[in-house]
């Protein structure tokens, strides 16, 4: 069966740009998964205040960014449609409606509902960040969080990055059928970031060999270095064309408290990473 991978995007204050739509459409390519994009414009209440409408046209502002919030949505939509074209892919789409403090939770209830959430990075973006970050704590779903550029031809190698937690664990099951259709998975264990035990990387790969998967585990030294970059550059020099890890973190309304190296891999994503929390 093939996999349903819904990209959801907010289009108020900022919208994706065309290059991150068309990444999204390859990033699905890739996957060998059928596309659903849905768009989130904007509904903004209306604030009711005479005195406000005789100093500044607020209505009129109002529709104006609504009018820009749908427009964003409709060239986002088309971009995709062309490149789903481009690269094959099955694309659907859908166009939602929400006022901006309930966009990115309209967003993350849909997603709930398909096999795999494709996030772009857009850097400089901040409404695609926050909405990223209420993704992956949010849908139960694993987040495929798409760089600006780096994409590989195909996922042939895969990096895990292990510490033997939960969080990981969940992580890993939910990359299976990327695992399973792999040349060779690389296990990271970080080994002077905190107590693990020494045998976790290598009994996940026997786990993974079991399943007949080629798996090897390699110890890695952060020495000092950022964590989130730590597992990307070793993962980039293992060859590995996406890393699969578990998402640190929680929300307290809204606030999302990040662990290290869910927070170094959202600021700074070199590669193709899915987060599971």
Same mark, same amino acid.
Request: negative net charge.
């Given at each position: ?5 819904i ?5 108020y204050?900022?919208?994706p740009?065309?290059a991150?739509?068309?990444?999204v ?11 659903h994009?849905?768009a ?9 205040n ?20 749908r427009?964003a ?28 403090a309930?966009?990115s939770?309209?967003?993350?209830a ?8 494709v996030?772009? /990075? @857009?850097?400089?973006?901040?409404t +695609?960040?926050?909405?990223?970050? #209420? $993704?992956?704590?949010?849908? =139960?779903?694993?987040v ?6 780096g ?19 969940r992580?890993v099951?939910d ?8 040349e ?20 996940l790969?026997?786990s ?7 798996a090897?585990a390699n110890?890695v030294? /952060? @020495?000092?270095?950022p964590?989130? +970059?730590?597992?990307q550059d070793d #993962? $980039?020099?293992?060859?590995? =064309?996406?890393l699969v890890?578990?998402?640190?973190g929680h ?6 408290v ?16 899915l987060?599971?929390?």
């Open positions: 069966m093939k996999r349903k991978a990209f959801p995007f907010v289009t204050p900022d919208a740009t065309d991150m739509a068309s990444q459409a390859a990033a699905a390519g890739i996957l060998d998964a059928d596309l994009a849905l989130v414009n904007v509904d903004i209440p209306d604030i009711g005479a005195f406000s409408r005789l100093l500044v046209d607020v209505p009129g502002m109002t529709r104006a960014a609504e009018g820009k919030s427009q949505g409709e060239r986002v939509h088309a971009m995709l449609a062309t490149a789903a074209r481009q690269r094959g892919v099955a694309l659907s789409t859908e166009t939602k409606v929400a006022e901006p309930d966009m939770n309209v967003a993350a849909r997603a709930r509902y398909f096999d795999l959430v996030a772009p /990075a @857009e850097p400089g973006n901040v +695609a960040r926050e909405l990223t970050e #209420a $993704l992956v704590f949010e849908t =139960g779903r694993p495929l969080i798409v760089p600006s550029s994409l590989p031809e195909a996922l042939r190698v895969v990096a895990i990055a292990w510490d033997g937690s939960k969080v990981a664990a992580a099951a990359a299976m059928p990327l695992l399973t259709a792999a060779r998975v690389h296990v990271l264990t970080v080994v002077d970031e905190k107590p693990l035990q020494e045998q976790a990387g290598r009994l790969a026997e993974l060999r079991d399943h007949g998967i080629a090897e110890a030294e /952060a @020495e000092d270095r964590i989130g +970059a730590t597992l #993962a $980039l020099g293992l060859g590995a =064309g996406l890890m578990g998402g640190y929300s307290r309304l809204r606030d999302f990040l662990g290290g190296a869910t927070q170094g891999v959202l600021d700074e994503p070199k590669m193709p990473v987060i599971s929390h």
